[in-house]
């Protein structure tokens, strides 16, 4: 395997969230059983990722801010986002997230590391250090799958010479 940093380069789908209890209770899904989501690592060292539930109960209207901040409370319970910078430890395989910006304003500032792992076009993820999630002190597992590149500018050019 070459340099990790060129193995996750892309855009990632989500394909599971788990959360398992640092104490070995019960595994749970706190973003639902089937939720959507993406991750992008750039080449320039710059990550961001959106986790959501598959299927959220929409807003009263689509002015975001005439919500109650019930529903937009609720709908906050639901959504794990991020960005920042990132790094690379090719020893421990790991991803180390500088997060700058993030929807849970506590992240700020913090780094937050993940043990990679791959299979195939499949990127595992886990916590290294615990999180606090639902009053415990949990490890977060992700389960992403690259997402195949668009075509390349220089090919569109090559498939509209095939079609004419």
């Not at 990632?12 to 104490?23: D, F, R």
């Not at 019930?70 to 794990?80: F, G, L, N």
């Amino acid at each position: 395997m070459g340099s990790l940093k060129n193995e996750i380069i892309g855009t990632w789908k989500l394909l599971s969230y788990i959360e398992v209890p640092v104490g070995g209770e019960e595994y749970v899904f706190p973003i639902g059983t089937n939720p959507k989501g993406i991750l992008i690592f750039s080449p320039d060292g710059y990550m961001s990722v959106q986790i959501s539930v598959k299927n959220p109960i929409k807003f009263d209207t689509e002015d975001r801010l005439s919500q109650t901040d019930e529903k937009i409370a609720a709908r906050s319970k639901k959504y794990i986002a991020f960005t920042g910078k990132y790094s690379i430890d090719n020893v421990l395989c790991h991803v180390i997230y500088h997060i700058d910006t993030s929807l849970n304003p506590n992240w700020e500032g913090i780094t937050q590391v993940r043990k990679l792992d791959f299979e195939a076009d499949i990127l595992y993820q886990k916590s290294v250090e615990p999180i606090s999630s639902n009053g415990q002190m949990v490890h977060a597992y992700m389960t992403w799958q690259r997402v195949p590149k668009a075509i390349e500018v220089d090919s569109i050019g090559e498939r509209l010479e095939e079609l004419y």
